[in-house]
């Protein structure tokens, strides 16, 4: 599973979260390596310094629950575009939880 963080490799360097049309921050996570590239790369044409980090998908959970952020989790091959009229950079520090994962 992988997310999209601002330190490659770094869960603690703060994961990015696009916001829902509530003010809703969502970690999107993706089954696929190739698919995160994918929407990083979009995010990168408007100027999102970001990167994308494998993580184990036994804690997304624990990962966003702790936190208390909503997430989604993109299936192999489906496509996702950011919504430039929501899309805002949010990067959740985490941080405070090391030692839960």
Known sequence: MY???KDEGDLESGAFASVDDDGTPIV???ESKDDA???NTMLEAIG???SVTEIDPDIL????????HAYTVVEAGECVIPKLETMQHVLIE???FTDLF
């Open 3 to 5: 997310l999209l963080t």
């Open 28 to 30: 999107q996570f993706f």
């Open 37 to 39: 590239v994918c929407y």
């Open 48 to 50: 999102q310094d970001i």
């Open 61 to 68: 959970d624990k990962f966003c629950g702790v936190l208390g």
């Open 94 to 96: 985490q941080s405070p």
